[in-house]
């Protein structure tokens, strides 16, 4: 699942401890660029309300030492939900553990989250907490557009680009939205909007499952976003010589609550 070392996997292996025995619906690797950071071990868990029924919350407080507000917060919300994801990364300014607390879709589309924005249904809630600092986590809203034309999706992240400084992650997004839209209809594919707590940081996320695009096929936009970003080229290679054969299941980027630039490829395990 990992290949982390010390506190970290000792954190992380908190968490494969807590789901084991049960059923996971699914389980997805990613990593993400930042300036002169490659994080690499990130991973996800997925958990149905059969599964996550069975699962000790108190002892998801302790072990991952969830802020209570937030525990308590997000044990309200699994009343009402219908999928539960629990991952974890860590890179060298901290470690983060995230519950993603998936709702049933709304009957009817809501406002988006920016002005502007197609109207959306709020699917999830994110929280997500550094387990060595004991502040309350961080609550994110995502918002989910469904059945965009490859138009309609280009309008949408353009909204955002502007607030991506460097202009190489911009062409990196556009390329390999592009290339994934050559085989599939973009139409297939599910945009969701990301807002953090109250503040106006927005980032995005498109889901391109089925284009079913090997990570091989967008090496070379990569590897030029890495750049841009100082990225360790030999660390992305290792990284995409390991898993060049893993389809494409997300691509994310905007900037971080530091305001920095970020990219983010989820891919199957």
């Known amino acids: ?146 059945q965009l034309t490859l138009a309609e999706i280009g309008a949408c992240i353009a909204r955002h680009q502007a607030d991506i400084k460097r202009a190489e992650v911009r062409a990196t997004v556009q390329q390999i939205i592009a290339r994934c839209a050559r085989d599939c209809d973009a139409r297939q594919f599910q945009y969701i909007e990301a807002r953090e707590g109250m503040g106006s940081r927005v980032s995005y996320d498109l889901n391109v499952y089925p284009a079913a695009l090997p990570l091989a096929e967008i090496a070379g936009p990569l590897k030029n976003a890495a750049l841009a970003l100082a990225v360790d080229p030999l660390a992305l290679e290792a990284l995409l010589a390991q898993s060049a054969g893993r389809t494409l299941g997300h691509v994310s980027a905007g900037t971080d609550r530091h305001g920095q630039d970020f990219l983010t490829i989820y891919h199957e395990q």
Not at 47 to 61: N, T
Not at 74 to 89: P, T
Not at 109 to 120: E, K, N
């Open 1 to 146: 699942m990992h290949q982390l070392k010390g506190d970290d996997a000792s954190w992380a292996n908190a968490l494969l401890r807590l789901v084991a025995g049960l059923p996971l619906y699914g389980v997805e690797k990613s990593f993400k660029l930042g300036p002169a950071e490659l994080l690499r071990d990130r991973f996800l868990l997925g958990l149905k309300p059969d599964a996550y029924a069975r699962l000790d919350l108190d002892a998801l407080r302790t072990a991952l030492a969830m802020p209570e507000r937030s525990f308590a917060s997000m044990a309200a919300d699994l009343k009402r939900a219908n999928f539960l994801g629990l991952a974890y990364e860590s890179g060298a300014k901290q470690r983060v553990f995230k519950a993603y607390v998936e709702f049933p879709v709304p009957a009817r589309r809501q406002p988006g989250p920016t002005p502007g924005s197609v109207a959306a249904h709020m699917i999830y809630h994110g929280y997500k907490w550094d387990p060595d600092r004991g502040e309350d986590a961080a609550l994110t809203q995502y918002w989910w557009a469904p």
